[in-house]
């Protein structure tokens, strides 16, 4: 009881169709992946920069805080720079300030994270079965 040539041919194209919506199903999940990616790395990124910014904006009122005196030797200017020190309240509040901004930053990227998680197994429950199962219920 040999198949016929069409029963092949048909059978041959089943598989072929199947292996293909596997193949679309598994490149569409790599694009998603990449995406999710692309956005954590993006916010990271941002949080980084946010800091950095505020880190040096913080130390550029430093540069503000030194006074110059200008002094004549010999007929030449000379710019002399004497370092205020900033109080200790001012130090501590610029450093809890920074400290704050950044475990802000870190919470909204947790939440964020947990609601791409969460997105992500509903996804996974609700997708469609994979070539060995389809193959079985076939």
Same mark, same amino acid.
């Given at each position: 009881?040999?198949?016929? @040539? /069409?029963?092949?041919?048909?059978?041959? &194209?089943?598989?072929?169709?199947?292996?293909?919506?596997?193949?679309?199903?598994?490149? /569409?999940?790599?694009?998603? %992946?990449?995406?999710?990616? +692309?956005?954590?790395? @993006?916010?990271?990124?941002?949080?980084? #920069?946010?800091?950095? =910014? @505020?880190?040096? +904006?913080?130390?550029?009122? %430093?540069? /503000? @805080?030194?006074?110059?005196? &200008?002094?004549?030797? %010999?007929?030449?200017?000379?710019?002399?720079?004497? *370092?205020?020190?900033?109080? =200790?309240?001012? !130090?501590?509040?610029? !450093?809890?300030?920074?400290?704050?901004?950044?475990?802000? *930053?870190?919470?909204? #990227?947790? #939440?964020?994270?947990?609601? #791409? /998680?969460?997105?992500?197994?509903?996804?996974?429950?609700?997708?469609?079965?994979? =070539?060995?199962?389809?193959?079985?219920?076939?």
């Amino acid at each position: 009881m040999e198949k016929t @040539l /069409n029963e092949t041919k048909s059978e041959l &194209v089943r598989k072929t169709e199947v292996y293909k919506h596997t193949i679309e199903n598994q490149i /569409n999940e790599l694009k998603g %992946d990449a995406t999710k990616i +692309g956005k954590v790395a @993006l916010i990271a990124g941002g949080i980084i #920069l946010i800091t950095y =910014f @505020l880190i040096k +904006g913080s130390k550029k009122g %430093d540069k /503000n @805080l030194k006074s110059k005196k &200008v002094i004549m030797l %010999d007929g030449e200017k000379y710019a002399i720079s004497s *370092a205020q020190n900033e109080s =200790f309240i001012v !130090k501590a509040i610029r !450093k809890y300030m920074i400290i704050f901004l950044a475990s802000l *930053a870190k919470q909204k #990227l947790a #939440l964020y994270l947990q609601k #791409l /998680n969460n997105n992500t197994s509903n996804v996974e429950a609700n997708s469609p079965k994979t =070539f060995e199962l389809q193959e079985k219920g076939s």
